[in-house]
């Protein structure tokens, strides 16, 4: 019987790759056959329309170890023979059917990734964006993810340590949800997913296999989506108590020096894992699937194959490796189940005890098909860049208002409301958690520490993916440098919609384009990540999001900064910035445009030569300890800041500037490649000095100190009113 276009459909593939693996095996593919060719063939998995574009991304360094995308995550050489491994993922389909569950999957499968190179996790972070804060949908989408997160990460005891929040009507029906994870490993134990040796066994270690999200990677993640309740199936169902002992578990199996490969059942469940390892290896597997411990009953060997629960993963062994391993499992009470064996046949066999029920060549099925499409700019997006000064009216209201306006901005305010729900301290690593441009942890054992963080912002990319992708890359490591750490490496995750769309696809090709400058100029290669898309329901996509989490190495971890002024008395100044003539393109995008103006409008601008001269002077000046803090000027401008950098330690700030007449774009602009440092009075000849050298401009500001926040005769506002309108903004945005 011929398939059916709703079986298809199902599956997300088309009829024409139908045919196309018709064409590869020669003959029709069996239903189990086909549903693993749907997950394999999917965008989740096979990356069909963008691997040709990700081919882009810078990949190596002297210190990356790892081949990007050839494993679960990056690795990064952190010398004194330690690794860093890290990546991020989305969850976003997921999270728009069932928050709790999509986001706590999410924590959960990145975990696993980092597991799958060997490493203790050792941080979390996450990215998240929302529709308008006013909606009930978006309060209820909000407060499922975030205690999904919570619930997840705080129970397997990894430290929530970093992340962004925004909202925008774009996301309504299409939350996004990124993880991002972060490991440590010996050098010597970074472990590979590749099965390479002929009858080597695989074990299924962890939770019993049940109905849960199957077709979570083709049929949730692989195609828009109109109604969530026939999705509902499709969303994992996660036990972070399981998942810690997993963890420790596997840790000690691959300790014993007995697990030749690892890796993770996530998307498309037994079919990926199983499948990619042998492919890997450049062997084939054959697998007896009435051996895998099942939770549910009458299950068929599609649900089997193509189940996404949670908690599992496969080790690969010699023979004789067997009986030490479950003896490691055992003591953890970790399930443990011989399923199959490595084979010299470059085949995928399966079995349901004595019935055969796959037989397929395993280069077919796992090298999808790869589109390399055309993309077009569309007039209306061309409008969009349109943005003259003068067309812009100065506000009624005069920068105080303003000001506070945009502190209560819920993409401003602060997010210590959803930080007190994450444990950031856990492990005792954390030097500088949530709040801060970015976090850094020490090492123990020495005195080095990682910085880490995770940026992106969808209106820059929406009004010029070239430009957004630049400045997305250029803000992680502005943040990275922020700290005093420098930037190693990266890993992203692309959020679209349809690809299909040639709109879509043109922002797709060219923020990629744009952040492979931006890397190839600040030197940082990409070392993981991964794309989400069709992130659009009837017919309205989100902003193009490029999410890019960041890693930077501090040679010595005590000599680190925060981004507020820790004291009284201190000089404050602007790296970046020698005057206040303002432009049009400072203005593009802002958050002041929007929340003042209800406007999305302009042409970001970065000058990216400039930006790599301020962060390298930023990260020598808190290394030879001239400067006490360090904060990047990005959403809501230079005033915002300021502002930002006075409410932790409740510090005033006393500006003694001359302001132009179009004090909206000079205090609430973003322009790129500006941070705002404080430093000692005696200090400061050796911070212009250090600027001279290294050719960066330097604008001083004013001075730390008292009860208000001054900035230039027109704005002069009590302390108190300034911590209130940050502090309250995101509760306040959400209804309390």
């Given at each position: 019987?011929?398939?059916?276009?709703?079986?298809?459909?199902?599956?997300?593939?088309?009829?024409?790759?139908?045919?196309?693996?018709?064409?590869?095996?020669?003959?029709?593919?069996?239903?189990?056959?086909?549903?693993?060719?749907?997950?394999?063939?999917?965008?989740?998995?096979?990356?069909?329309?963008?691997?040709?574009?990700?081919?882009?991304?810078?990949?190596?360094?002297?210190?990356?170890?790892?081949?990007?995308g050839a494993e679960n995550a990056g690795a990064v050489d952190l010398g004194d023979g330690l690794v860093a491994v890290f990546k991020v993922e989305s969850h976003n389909h997921p999270s728009a059917v069932e928050p709790l569950q999509g986001a706590a999957t999410g924590v959960g499968g990145i975990v696993r990734d980092i597991l799958a190179m060997g490493a203790r996790p050792v941080a979390l972070l996450n990215s998240l964006r929302f529709g308008s804060p006013g909606e009930a949908q978006t309060r209820h989408l909000f407060r499922g993810v975030v205690a999904g997160i919570s619930w997840y990460g705080n129970c397997i005891g990894v430290p929530d340590v970093a992340g962004e929040i925004y909202f925008d009507p774009s996301y309504s029906q299409n939350p996004l949800v990124n993880a991002m994870c972060v490991g440590l490993?010996?050098?010597?134990?970074?472990?590979?997913?590749?099965?390479?040796?002929?009858?080597?066994?695989?074990?299924?270690?962890?939770?019993?296999?049940?109905?849960?999200?199957?077709?979570?990677?083709?049929?949730?993640?692989?195609?828009?989506?109109?109604?969530?309740?026939?999705?509902?199936?499709?969303?994992?169902?996660?036990?972070?108590?399981?998942?810690?002992?997993?963890?420790?578990?596997?840790?000690?199996?691959?300790?014993?020096?007995?697990?030749?490969?690892?890796?993770?059942?996530?998307?498309?469940?037994?079919?990926?894992?199983?499948?990619?390892?042998?492919?890997?290896?450049?062997?084939?597997?054959?697998?007896?699937?009435?051996?895998?411990?099942?939770?549910?009953?009458?299950?068929?060997?599609?649900?089997?194959?193509?189940?996404?629960?949670?908690?599992?993963?496969?080790?690969?062994?010699?023979?004789?490796?067997?009986?030490?391993?479950?003896?490691?499992?055992?003591?953890?009470?970790?399930?443990?189940?011989?399923?199959?064996?490595?084979?010299?046949?470059?085949?995928?066999?399966?079995?349901?005890?004595?019935?055969?029920?796959?037989?397929?060549?395993?280069?077919?099925?796992?090298?999808?098909?790869?589109?390399?499409?055309?993309?077009?700019?569309?007039?209306?997006?061309?409008?969009?860049?349109?943005?003259?000064?003068?067309?812009?009216?100065?506000?009624?209201?005069?920068?105080?208002?303003?000001?506070?306006?945009?502190?209560?901005?819920?993409?401003?305010?602060?997010?210590?409301?959803?930080?007190?729900?994450?444990?950031?301290?856990?492990?005792?690593?954390?030097?500088?958690?949530?709040?801060?441009?970015?976090?850094?942890?020490?090492?123990?054992?020495?005195?080095?520490?990682?910085?880490?963080?995770?940026?992106?912002?969808?209106?820059?990319?929406?009004?010029?993916?070239?430009?957004?992708?630049?400045?997305?890359?250029?803000?992680?490591?502005?943040?990275?440098?922020?700290?005093?750490?420098?930037?190693?490496?990266?890993?992203?995750?692309?959020?679209?919609?349809?690809?299909?769309?040639?709109?879509?696809?043109?922002?797709?090709?060219?923020?990629?384009?744009?952040?492979?400058?931006?890397?190839?100029?600040?030197?940082?290669?990409?070392?993981?990540?991964?794309?989400?898309?069709?992130?659009?329901?009837?017919?309205?996509?989100?902003?193009?999001?490029?999410?890019?989490?960041?890693?930077?190495?501090?040679?010595?971890?005590?000599?680190?900064?925060?981004?507020?002024?820790?004291?009284?008395?201190?000089?404050?100044?602007?790296?970046?910035?020698?005057?206040?003539?303002?432009?049009?393109?400072?203005?593009?995008?802002?958050?002041?445009?929007?929340?003042?103006?209800?406007?999305?409008?302009?042409?970001?601008?970065?000058?990216?030569?400039?930006?790599?001269?301020?962060?390298?002077?930023?990260?020598?000046?808190?290394?030879?300890?001239?400067?006490?803090?360090?904060?990047?000027?990005?959403?809501?401008?230079?005033?915002?800041?300021?502002?930002?950098?006075?409410?932790?330690?409740?510090?005033?700030?006393?500006?003694?500037?001359?302001?132009?007449?179009?004090?909206?774009?000079?205090?609430?602009?973003?322009?790129?490649?500006?941070?705002?440092?404080?430093?000692?009075?005696?200090?400061?000849?050796?911070?212009?000095?250090?600027?001279?050298?290294?050719?960066?401009?330097?604008?001083?500001?004013?001075?730390?100190?008292?009860?208000?926040?001054?900035?230039?005769?027109?704005?002069?506002?009590?302390?108190?009113?300034?911590?209130?309108?940050?502090?309250?903004?995101?509760?306040?945005?959400?209804?309390?």
């Amino acid at each position: 019987m011929p398939v059916t276009k709703e079986t298809l459909d199902e599956i997300a593939l088309s009829r024409a790759e139908y045919d196309m693996i018709v064409d590869r095996l020669d003959r029709e593919p069996n239903e189990v056959e086909l549903g693993m060719f749907g997950a394999l063939w999917s965008e989740h998995c096979g990356y069909k329309h963008s691997k040709p574009l990700l081919r882009m991304f810078p990949s190596k360094s002297p210190r990356v170890l790892s081949t990007s995308g050839a494993e679960n995550a990056g690795a990064v050489d952190l010398g004194d023979g330690l690794v860093a491994v890290f990546k991020v993922e989305s969850h976003n389909h997921p999270s728009a059917v069932e928050p709790l569950q999509g986001a706590a999957t999410g924590v959960g499968g990145i975990v696993r990734d980092i597991l799958a190179m060997g490493a203790r996790p050792v941080a979390l972070l996450n990215s998240l964006r929302f529709g308008s804060p006013g909606e009930a949908q978006t309060r209820h989408l909000f407060r499922g993810v975030v205690a999904g997160i919570s619930w997840y990460g705080n129970c397997i005891g990894v430290p929530d340590v970093a992340g962004e929040i925004y909202f925008d009507p774009s996301y309504s029906q299409n939350p996004l949800v990124n993880a991002m994870c972060v490991g440590l490993v010996s050098k010597d134990r970074l472990a590979s997913s590749a099965a390479s040796t002929v009858g080597n066994v695989f074990l299924l270690v962890g939770a019993d296999t049940g109905r849960d999200g199957i077709h979570g990677a083709s049929g949730l993640a692989s195609r828009t989506f109109e109604d969530e309740q026939e999705l509902r199936p499709t969303v994992q169902v996660g036990n972070p108590f399981l998942e810690k002992v997993l963890i420790e578990a596997c840790l000690e199996a691959l300790a014993s020096g007995n697990v030749e490969a690892i890796q993770d059942l996530g998307a498309a469940g037994l079919t990926s894992a199983a499948v990619e390892s042998a492919f890997s290896g450049g062997l084939g597997v054959t697998l007896d699937i009435a051996q895998v411990p099942r939770r549910e009953e009458a299950m068929t060997g599609y649900d089997v194959m193509l189940s996404e629960s949670q908690e599992r993963m496969l080790l690969i062994t010699p023979p004789e490796g067997v009986a030490p391993l479950k003896r490691i499992l055992d003591k953890w009470e970790v399930s443990c189940q011989e399923i199959g064996r490595v084979t010299e046949q470059r085949q995928v066999s399966i079995f349901d005890g004595h019935q055969a029920i796959v037989n397929l060549p395993i280069r077919a099925l796992v090298e999808a098909p790869r589109y390399r499409l055309r993309g077009e700019r569309s007039q209306a997006a061309l409008e969009r860049q349109r943005l003259n000064l003068a067309d812009v009216p100065l506000p009624d209201e005069g920068p105080e208002t303003v000001l506070l306006n945009l502190l209560a901005s819920p993409n401003i305010a602060s997010k210590e409301p959803v930080h007190r729900q994450y444990d950031n301290q856990v492990q005792t690593n954390t030097v500088v958690g949530p709040g801060s441009d970015a976090a850094v942890l020490r090492i123990k054992g020495g005195s080095k520490g990682i910085a880490l963080c995770i940026d992106g912002n969808g209106r820059y990319c929406y009004l010029d993916p070239y430009r957004g992708g630049q400045i997305v890359v250029a803000e992680v490591c502005r943040n990275l440098s922020c700290s005093g750490a420098t930037p190693l490496a990266l890993t992203d995750c692309l959020n679209f919609g349809n690809p299909e769309n040639p709109e879509v696809y043109y922002q797709l090709e060219w923020c990629i384009r744009g952040m492979a400058k931006a890397c190839r100029t600040l030197g940082v290669p990409v070392v993981s990540g991964n794309v989400s898309l069709y992130n659009e329901s009837r017919g309205q996509a989100i902003y193009p999001t490029p999410v890019v989490g960041g890693l930077g190495l501090l040679e010595d971890v005590s000599r680190h900064c925060r981004s507020g002024f820790p004291e009284d008395g201190l000089a404050v100044a602007v790296l970046g910035m020698e005057g206040w003539r303002p432009r049009s393109s400072d203005l593009a995008a802002s958050e002041y445009l929007q929340v003042i103006h209800g406007q999305v409008l302009g042409r970001p601008a970065i000058d990216l030569d400039l930006e790599r001269r301020v962060q390298e002077l930023c990260r020598q000046a808190i290394v030879r300890g001239i400067i006490a803090s360090a904060h990047d000027c990005s959403e809501g401008g230079l005033a915002v800041a300021l502002a930002e950098c006075c409410i932790p330690v409740g510090v005033g700030f006393q500006g003694q500037v001359r302001l132009p007449r179009r004090w909206d774009a000079a205090l609430f602009g973003e322009r790129q490649s500006r941070i705002v440092v404080s430093l000692a009075q005696d200090k400061w000849s050796a911070l212009a000095q250090l600027a001279t050298e290294i050719e960066v401009p330097l604008l001083r500001l004013g001075v730390t100190g008292g009860t208000r926040f001054r900035l230039g005769a027109q704005l002069d506002v009590p302390m108190d009113e300034i911590a209130a309108a940050w502090n309250g903004g995101l509760e306040a945005a959400l209804g309390g």
